[in-house]
Nanobody, 115 residues
Framework: QVQLVESGGGVVQPGGSLRLSCAAS????????MAWYRQAPGKQRELVAA???????DYADSVKGRVTISRDNAKNTVALQMNGLKPEDTAVYYC?????????WGQGTQVTVSS
């Protein structure tokens, strides 16, 4: 199986920054789209940002201007730079990778924005 390992989560004050990273390993197929999702308590999982192999990006309206997604195709890694964090950004953030055959999810990393 493909394993996605996230890192970089933690507790940060409002207005602070965090950089989440995700490394994919064991993929037999090319990883096309990679993305970050998040799920807050009592809410549905939602897309935060996505990126194709060509570098095309998509962001949720709630994070536009504050978040940047990037990837390294050779290393099968994806990162999420988050700035100007708000309490409403508090959630478990999940890395997602899509191949021609399967979709994979990481175990999630907690991001807590609180003063």
């Amino acid at each position: 199986q493909v394993q996605l390992v996230e890192s970089g989560g933690g507790v940060v004050q409002p207005g602070g920054s965090l950089r989440l990273s995700c490394a994919a390993s064991g993929s037999r197929f090319t990883i096309y789209n990679m993305a970050w999702y998040r799920q807050a308590p009592g809410k549905q999982r939602e897309l935060v940002a996505a990126i194709t192999r060509a570098g095309s990006t998509d962001y949720a309206d709630s994070v536009k201007g504050r978040v940047t997604i990037s990837r390294d195709n050779a290393k099968n890694t994806v990162a999420l730079q988050m700035n100007g964090l708000k309490p409403e950004d508090t959630a478990v953030y999940y890395c997602h990778a899509h191949t021609i055959a399967y979709n994979y999810w990481g175990q999630g990393t907690q991001v807590t924005v609180s003063s």
